[in-house]
């Protein structure tokens, strides 16, 4: 299998198929644009598994994804998409970037959630773009982007109510689609502590801003996560 892709925290192989991908999530975490890096074992088959029971969850819920069959505990068979170069991002609370760039209290819980949109794109920083930027410069149609908003709000209700059950508050999430092979909008990549914010009921966190703000063992933290969604037998 021919490595077609390494990112920050995975790898994309080629495999017989050319509609399909294998995806290997590494143990490295990043955060600040690559500024802060570390690597811990077992890192990649923590944000694979919990990854892994989101996306069958979501599945179940009528959410298409990529996912074809979970190979291992840290490699994915997934369809491979054609990416937007979208970061979609949720917030249902304030936390990370909005406090900064807003000004507003972190732990603000917002009346509805606020949907945004990133051109994924290191060089730049991912910067925050409008609906006008996506069409003008072709990254998404005005019906597509119609579509995604749909889709990215269904994902957010169905993730509230299944962290609800473990006591868990999401407060904002990045998520990447793409167009498969019959141009249907699929999730892709990955949903994990590594693209969220969760929140326990006492406000500790239990995402990379352990990492990123050097709070916890991250893996210790995912470990957590990923017991509670097991209990849920999904
Ligand atoms: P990054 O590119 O941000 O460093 P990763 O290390 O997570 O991120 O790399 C995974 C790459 O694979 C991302 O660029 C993502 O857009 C892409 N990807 C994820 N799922 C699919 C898929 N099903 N088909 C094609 N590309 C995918
Ligand atoms: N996020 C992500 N990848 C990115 C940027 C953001 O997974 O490249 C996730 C991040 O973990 C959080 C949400 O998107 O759950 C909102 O992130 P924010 O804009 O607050 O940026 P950050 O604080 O990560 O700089």
Not at 190 to 202: A, G, K
Request: proline share 2%.
């Amino acid at each position: 299998m021919e490595k077609l892709y390494e990112g920050k925290s995975k790898i994309c192989y080629s495999t017989k198929n050319e509609n399909e991908l294998k995806i290997f999530f590494k143990n490295d975490v990043t955060a600040f644009n690559s500024l802060k890096k570390a690597s811990y074992e077992s890192k990649g088959l923590l944000t694979a598994k919990i990854s892994n029971i989101i996306f069958k969850y979501l599945e179940k819920n009528g959410v298409k994804t990529h996912t074809i069959k979970v190979l291992d505990e840290q490699n994915v068979l997934v369809k491979k998409l054609k990416m937007f170069p979208l970061e979609i991002i949720i917030r249902n609370v304030a936390a990370g970037s909005i406090v900064k760039r807003l000004g507003i209290e972190q732990g603000t819980a917002f009346d509805k959630p606020i949907f945004e949109i990133c051109y994924k794109n290191d060089t730049y920083g991912d910067p925050l773009i409008n609906d006008d930027h996506c069409v003008v410069l072709n990254l998404a149609t005005v019906k597509q982007l119609e579509e995604i908003k749909k889709v990215t709000l269904k994902i957010n209700q169905l993730l509230i109510e299944l962290f609800k059950q473990i006591n868990i508050k999401v407060v904002d999430f990045k998520i990447e689609l793409g167009l498969d092979k019959d141009n249907n909008i699929c999730l892709g990549d990955e949903i994990s502590p590594d693209t969220c914010r969760f929140w326990d009921q006492n406000n500790r966190k239990l995402d990379k801003d352990c990492f990123r703000e050097d709070l916890d063992d991250i893996t210790a933290i995912y470990l957590i996560i990923l017991e509670k969604l097991e209990s849920l037998n999904i």
